[in-house]
């Protein structure tokens, strides 16, 4: 599988989650939203009782929870989907032995004198796990050769645009080592369009045959990723073959700077990003070697039974995604593109389950085929690695209008704002919910739904200083702005309150505009955040009495359910591990990205000092106890 993962441009996208759609007629349907929506934002804070009364219902909602719909995007070069159904839309070793140990319970919690048994991570080394500040002598890449902050401010919204400048002189320092070879002599072809023709056994680089083609691992607007064999070392390699167009070309200089970057500040790849091993150009084509490594999670979740990861492995994945971005933060660099395609396992092994007939029922034809007629995948070994640096930018560079696959796309980008280092903690946030619901939070395919969903997912309205900056912005023409900002997203706005308007409604009959179908995929895909969990939970612990509310804190939210979970698997470190992972996503879906919760606050959470005992553990467990 490529260490360089690209995403095809006719990728789709699925919906497990798929409530129940009201059989009311429309008006009655739309009138009832209508009715709700003011009420279910503004008064968030005030929902316990329909929180409780909504999670009475889960299982008739999610008695289709492994089903699979999927959506055509008709916008987004890089689309996204788990692939179903056709018919719808190095330190000490001890720290990897170490499973369970006696920690004295945090200030965040409720019982005071009593240790607390956690489980850790043990899937990894400590190296893996950890962050340090790096070190004075940092080769930062910017003009005052000094670390930029890692926040925004209000600023920031309306002039962060940064300088084109600075993008196009670092470029102009990259030394490219040209090779070129007589086109009668070699089966390396180029297409009318700049792109690499791939053929088996094509032979290419130093002398003209130093790499040979092996199989093609993807490709997409930029050029095409190639699995070599190369003969230097008699080992296979991942090659990125860049288009010989002149503006991607540009754009894999600036590629090759921010790896170079990488590999200066950490030679041994300690931070789980993928390192640059040589790079060349090849017949006009800049070409970038990499390792190989195994497949990414967007790949490992289609071809599994149940796409869910296990908590542990959440955690795990979570907290080398945070340390690698902090990593990534203090050399100035925003990655701006992360998406499970763009999450390698090092170690694609597992061990694997039959699902039971009930389930396996449920399951889509393609997702049965994919799965072996069924099977639950678990991994032996949580390791990632970061890869796909072709959208990354230093940040006082310049700063397209729009970044991220729209499914990860933070709500900065979609109003047209200024961004910076938390679009990529937005990014992150999408990512672990994936992990932990099976399917993308936002599967979505354009800017007035996703919007609607956000609030409906953040449980409270866009903030109205966002909106405002948004729409002095755009009346004058500061920065680079995406160019349908306003037919896309501004004009569903209410101008007088700040507030997003929907379903829309016209001003000259009344009548709902917004078209039935975008309702119900918006209201039937989502529910506020810790209310989806909390269903998902009920179903993993088989029991519909479980449930969380971020607006409770921990003691007053466990004192309401745990009398009805007597003789039941789940206790009070089950409950708290759930709780402060909600707690964390909270932060981390912050609208105002001035107030989003940085990187390195966010390896200093909670969550990370809880843990739970389940399938990945128990798993890590019997591997360790067979090779002993």
Excluded at 225 to 244: F, G, H, M, W
Excluded at 536 to 541: G, M, N, S, V
Aim: proline content about 4%.
């Amino acid at each position: 599988m490529p260490a360089v993962q690209i995403t095809k441009n006719t990728r789709k996208r699925s919906r497990t989650m798929q409530q129940q759609i009201p059989t009311t007629n429309s008006n009655n349907f739309i009138n009832d939203i209508l009715s709700k929506q003011s009420a279910m934002l503004q008064n968030n804070l005030n929902q316990n009782n329909e929180f409780t009364n909504n999670n009475t219902n889960n299982n008739t909602a999610f008695q289709n929870y492994y089903e699979v719909a999927i959506d055509e995007d008709d916008d987004d070069e890089n689309d996204h989907m788990l692939d179903d159904n056709d018919d719808e839309e190095e330190d000490d070793d001890d720290d990897d032995l170490i499973f369970i140990k006696q920690q004295p319970v945090s200030s965040y919690s409720y019982y005071p004198t009593k240790k607390q048994r956690t489980i850790s991570l043990p899937q990894l080394p400590h190296v893996k796990l950890s962050y340090y500040n790096l070190s004075p002598d940092i080769q930062y890449n910017t003009t005052t050769q000094q670390q930029q902050q890692q926040q925004q401010n209000d600023d920031d919204l309306l002039n962060l645009t940064g300088s084109s400048a600075l993008t196009l002189d670092g470029n102009k320092k990259i030394k490219l080592n040209k090779i070129s070879t007589d086109t009668n002599t070699t089966n390396f072809k180029t297409d009318k369009d700049g792109h690499y023709i791939y053929q088996q056994n094509d032979k290419f680089g130093e002398n003209g045959n130093r790499f040979i083609a092996i199989n093609l691992l993807g490709q997409g607007t930029f050029g095409k990723v190639i699995k070599c064999l190369d003969t230097l070392s008699n080992k296979y390699v991942a090659i990125k073959i860049i288009r010989s167009i002149d503006r991607y070309r540009e754009a894999a200089k600036t590629e090759l700077r921010i790896l170079n970057t990488i590999l200066s500040n950490d030679p041994m790849g300690k931070f789980q990003c993928l390192l640059l091993t040589d790079y060349f150009d090849f017949n006009n084509h800049i070409c970038l070697v990499t390792n190989l490594y195994g497949k990414s999670i967007y790949d490992f979740m289609c071809s599994n039974g149940i796409a869910r990861f296990p908590g542990s492995h959440i955690q795990a994945i979570a907290r080398q995604l945070i340390r690698s971005v902090c990593f990534l933060h203090d050399l100035n660099i925003i990655h701006t593109d992360l998406k499970p395609e763009n999450i390698l396992l090092c170690d694609e092994s597992y061990v694997e389950y039959q699902l039971p007939d009930s389930i396996v029922s449920t399951l889509s034809n393609r997702r049965k085929l994919a799965s072996n007629n069924g099977m639950r995948k678990i991994l032996k070994n949580p390791e990632i690695k970061i890869i796909d640096f072709g959208s990354a930018i230093f940040h006082n560079e310049y700063h397209p209008p729009i970044i991220s696959t729209r499914h990860y796309r933070a709500p900065e980008i979609v109003l047209g704002l200024g961004w910076s280092y938390p679009c990529d903690i937005w990014s992150i946030a999408c990512i672990l919910i994936e992990l932990m619901i099976g399917e993308s939070l936002y599967p979505i395919h354009e800017n007035f739904e996703h919007m609607a969903m956000m609030e409906r997912i953040n449980g409270q309205q866009l903030p109205e200083k966002l909106i405002e900056k948004s729409l002095y912005k755009f009346k004058h023409k500061l920065g680079n702005l995406p160019q349908d900002l306003n037919s896309t997203v501004l004009k569903h706005f209410d101008k007088t309150q700040n507030k997003l308007i929907w379903p829309e409604i016209s001003k000259k009959t009344g009548e709902t505009i917004t078209p039935l179908k975008s309702i119900k995929r918006v209201m039937n895909s989502c529910d506020r955040l810790d209310i989806m969990i909390s269903k998902i939970l009920k179903i993993d612990y088989s029991n519909d009495k479980f449930s969380i509310n971020w607006n409770l804190p921990p003691k007053q939210n466990w004192n309401l359910i745990k009398n009805s979970l007597i003789q039941s698997s789940i206790d009070q470190e089950t409950f708290l591990f759930w709780y402060w992972f909600i707690d964390l996503m909270r932060k981390m879906f912050e609208f105002d990205p001035t107030k989003r919760i940085s990187a390195k606050d966010a390896l200093n959470h909670e969550w990370f000092n809880l843990g739970i005992l389940d399938d990945g553990i128990s798993n890590f467990e019997n591997n360790f106890n067979m090779i002993i």
